[in-house]
Nanobody
Framework: QVQLVESGGGLVQAGGSLRLACSASVTSGSVIRINGLTWYRQAPGSQRELVASIPGGGLTNYADFAKGRFTISRDNAKNTGYLQMNGLRSGDTGVYYC??????????????WGQGTQVTVSS
């Protein structure tokens, strides 16, 4: 079973930075491959929204609010994706989730979700 674990959230002042990580692992220890990875966020009382994505081909995509401030990247050797967030604003507060399409020898390519990491930006 593939697990996605986010980390790097926390409390930061407006204007500050955070780097989120999303690591994929499988309990069997078999080889896995992340085909594509997407970051979403959900603010209290709001719907989940896309922040940024990086498909297998490496072409990145950003929501308008993230352009120029956030950078999505991946380290295939570590099966980990990242979201560097700079110039954080109070409106960026929310739970950040990663979703990844992960290939495993047993299940093939399937989509998985992490449990989320809280980002709180104080003004």
């Amino acid at each position: 079973q593939v697990q996605l674990v986010e980390s790097g959230g926390g409390l930061v002042q407006a204007g500050g930075s955070l780097r989120l990580a999303c690591s994929a692992s499988v309990t069997s220890g078999s080889v896995i491959r992340i085909n594509g990875l997407t970051w979403y966020r959900q603010a209290p009382g709001s719907q989940r929204e896309l922040v940024a994505s990086i498909p297998g081909g490496g072409l990145t995509n950003y929501a308008d609010f993230a352009k120029g401030r956030f950078t999505i990247s991946r380290d295939n050797a570590k099966n980990t994706g990242y979201l560097q967030m700079n110039g954080l604003r109070s409106g960026d507060t929310g739970v950040y989730y990663c979703s990844a399409n992960v290939w495993t020898p047993i299940n093939g390519a399937q989509n998985y979700w992490g449990q989320g990491t809280q980002v709180t930006v104080s003004s």
